[in-house]
T-cell receptor
Framework: RKEVEQDPGPFNVPEGATVAFNCTYSNSASQSFFWYRQDCRKEPKLLMSVYSSGNEDGRFTAQLNRASQYISLLIRDSKLSDSATYLCAVTVDSNYQLIWGAGTKLIIKP | DAGITQSPRHKVTETGTPVTLRCHQTENHRYMYWYRQDPGHGLRLIHYSYGVKDTDKGEVSDGYSVSRSKTEDFLLTLESATSSQTSVYFC???????????FGPGTRLTVT
């Protein structure tokens, strides 16, 4: 079993819809959690850190479920520009090394 | 955007030749990382550095070496390139005691 797993998608979603996807992790000692966005042939860019209490940034909401060992990303009122691959990353030790999921591809259709 | 550059951005090389990729940062961050990204895989850590001359192996270090002689530069060397090392290579940086990493634009390496 991979340490961090994501549904590869693609998720095909109409513009304006709400979409959510999850990322599961296997190590219960994981400490920090992140969502990154990666556009085609570009570098990953930090989208959000995921806090225990959940956090929101505009149309984006991230949540952590430690009991079931997953994090989620919710995108409301999706825009064409939200089309990208969303990567999740978790740390498992004090060295802060990140373990990465393979990404979920999101396609927003007009 | 974090000040991270990578060079070259694209390279085609032949099997058996040595290749060096460079990562340069202007943020004075302590930690630097080299990843490779391949279809169907997440980013996989090759090597990382936690200070000048301080480096350690990551998940997929075989066939790669690194050096860091200055805070701002982190070099990745493929001693004898193989076709399995065809990939996109990303450099990342982070400050001490925080896990968030910031990435350079990547280098696309093709080994023929």
């Amino acid at each position: 079993r991979k340490e961090v797993e994501q549904d590869p998608g693609p998720f095909n979603v109409p513009e304006g819809a709400t979409v959510a996807f999850n990322c599961t992790y296997s190590n219960s000692a994981s400490q920090s959690f992140f969502w990154y966005r990666q556009d085609c042939r570009k570098e990953p860019k930090l989208l959000m850190s995921v806090y225990s209490s959940g956090n929101e940034d505009g149309r984006f909401t991230a949540q952590l479920n430690r009991a079931s060992q997953y994090i989620s990303l919710l995108i409301r009122d999706s825009k064409l520009s939200d089309s990208a691959t969303y990567l999740c990353a978790v740390t498992v030790d004090s060295n802060y090394q990140l373990i990465w999921g393979a990404g979920t591809k999101l396609i927003i259709k007009p | 955007d974090a000040g991270i550059t990578q060079s070259p951005r694209h390279k085609v090389t032949e099997t058996g030749t040595p290749v060096t990729l460079r990562c340069h940062q202007t943020e004075n961050h302590r930690y630097m990382y080299w990843y490779r990204q391949d279809p169907g895989h997440g980013l996989r850590l090759i090597h990382y550095s936690y200070g000048v001359k301080d480096t350690d192996k990551g998940e997929v270090s075989d066939g790669y070496s690194v050096s860091r002689s200055k805070t701002e530069d982190f070099l990745l060397t493929l001693e004898s390139a193989t076709s399995s090392q065809t990939s996109v290579y990303f450099c990342a940086i982070s400050e001490s005691n925080v896990p968030e990493q910031y990435f350079g634009p990547g280098t696309r390496l093709t080994v023929t």
